[in-house]
C-alpha cells in the first residue's frame, strides 16, 4: 500500500499570511480577539488559541476590554465592523486577505456608480457578508442562475461578482444565463437600449488553479481522504471535484473521522484538502495509516506549494503600486 500527501493541497496564500498576522501579534500581546473563527479548521483554531487567540463576534465588542486588539480574519468584515471597533475604544489589526479587499474595492466602485450588484456566492458566509456590507447590504446574493434569473432587475446596469471561493464552471454558467435574458430582452425591445452588464470572475486563482491538479490526484489513487473543517466552502468544492472523479473519495474532519472499511482492496491512497487544511493535519492522518497497515517507506515531506507561492495576480499589484511610487517620487 502506498500513502501520498497531495503536495498541491493546504493552506492558501492568503491564509498563510492571517495566521502569521495572528502569530506575530500574540507575540506582543498575551491574548488577540479573531472576529470568527480565524480558519475553518478546528484543529488549527485550537492550536491558536494555546497561543492566546480567542474568537469573538461583533456581539462580544461591548464586554471587551477598551484596548483589546482585534483580528480580522482573511474573510474581511464590512465597514460597519470597522466603525464599530472604534466606537468601542478596541485596536484592529486587518489580516483581511489583500484579494478579498481587492474584490470589496472594486465593488465599491461600481456601487458608487449606480450599478445594481450580484453576488455569486452563499449570503450567511463571512467573505459575502463583508463584500456587501460595501454596499450597504444592497446586494443581490444568488447561489446559482435560477435565483439570478428571478432576482435580478434587468432594467438596471448590472455587475455580477463571485465570492472568491465559488465553483468557477457555475460562475460561467451563472454569467451567461444573465447575459442571454438580457439579449432577450434587448431583441424585444421597440428602443433597443443596451442596459450595460458585466460580469467579473472574482474566483481567486489559488482555488481555481487547483482543479486541474486535483483531478489529477483524484484519478491517481484508488481512494481519496479528503480532509477540510466541514463549515469551509472551498473544502465542499473541493471535496466535491475528487468525488466526481475518484467515487471512493471520503471525507473525515480529523484523523478519528477514518472508517477502517474505506480501504478494503485499496493499493494507492492519496490524502487532500481544503485551502484552510493544514499541512500538519494531513500528515497526522497518513501517519495514522502507516501505522495501521505498518507501512515504512516514508513520503519525503512534501511541501506545500501553495503555503509558498505568493499570488501572481497581487505580485503584479504590488510591483504595479511600486512603480507608480517611483514615477510621484520622480515628479516631486
Ligand atoms: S482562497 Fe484566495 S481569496 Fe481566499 S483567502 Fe486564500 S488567497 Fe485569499
Known amino acids: 500500500m502506498k500513502v501520498t500527501i497531495d503536495k498541491n493541497a493546504g493552506f492558501c496564500w492568503g491564509v498563510v499570511r492571517t495566521i502569521a498576522v495572528a ?3 500574540l507575540k506582543e500581546r498575551p491574548k488577540v480577539y479573531c472576529l470568527g473563527d480565524i480558519i475553518h479548521n478546528t484543529e ?14 461583533v456581539n462580544d ?24 471597533a472604534l466606537e468601542y475604544g478596541l485596536e484592529l489589526i486587518d489580516a483581511t486577505c489583500p484579494i478579498v479587499t481587492r474584490v470589496q474595492e472594486r465593488v465599491r ?18 467573505e459575502v457578508v463583508g463584500i456587501n456590507g460595501v454596499t450597504g447590504g444592497t446586494a443581490i446574493v444568488v447561489l446559482n442562475k435560477e435565483e439570478a434569473l428571478a432576482a435580478v432587475d434587468f ?8 465570492q472568491t471561493t465559488m465553483d468557477k464552471q457555475e460562475f460561467k454558467d451563472l454569467a451567461a444565463a444573465l447575459k442571454e435574458k438580457l439579449d432577450t430582452l434587448i431583441i424585444g425591445s421597440m428602443e433597443e437600449t443596451a ?30 481522504i479528503f480532509t477540510a473543517g466541514r463549515k469551509s466552502s472551498n473544502g465542499k468544492v473541493l471535496y466535491n471535484i475528487c468525488k466526481e472523479v475518484n467515487e471512493r473519495t ?15 482492496g485499496a493499493e494507492t491512497i492519496g490524502i487532500t484538502g481544503a485551502t484552510s487544511t493544514p499541512q500538519w493535519a494531513m500528515r ?10 505498518g507501512i515504512t517507506d516514508d513520503q519525503p515531506e512534501a511541501e506545500s506549494l501553495t503555503e509558498a507561492e505568493e499570488p501572481e495576480e497581487i505580485a503584479a499589484e504590488i510591483a504595479a503600486e511600486a512603480a507608480q511610487k517611483r514615477e510621484k517620487e520622480k515628479v516631486l
Open 155 to 162: 432594467k438596471q446596469p448590472t455587475v455580477l461578482f463571485a
Open 250 to 264: 471520503y471525507f473525515a474532519e480529523t484523523k478519528e473521522e477514518i472508517d477502517w472499511s474505506w480501504f478494503e
Open 284 to 293: 497526522q492522518i497518513k501517519t495514522l495509516i502507516d501505522l495501521k497497515f
Open 109 to 126: 466602485k461600481f456601487v458608487t456608480q449606480g450599478y445594481q450588484i450580484v453576488i455569486f456566492g452563499k449570503k450567511t458566509h463571512a
Open 195 to 224: 442596459v450595460e452588464y458585466q460580469a467579473k470572475d472574482t474566483i481567486c486563482g489559488q482555488v481555481s488553479g487547483r482543479e486541474s491538479k486535483l483531478r489529477q490526484f483524484a484519478a491517481e489513487n484508488d481512494i481519496i
Open 23 to 25: 502569530e506575530e501579534s
Open 61 to 84: 465588542f461591548p464586554n471587551l476590554k477598551k484596548g483589546s486588539t482585534i483580528l480580522i480574519r482573511a474573510h474581511g468584515e464590512p465597514p460597519e465592523t470597522y466603525k464599530k
Open 44 to 57: 488549527e483554531v485550537a492550536r491558536l488559541k494555546k497561543l492566546g487567540l480567542d474568537t469573538v463576534t
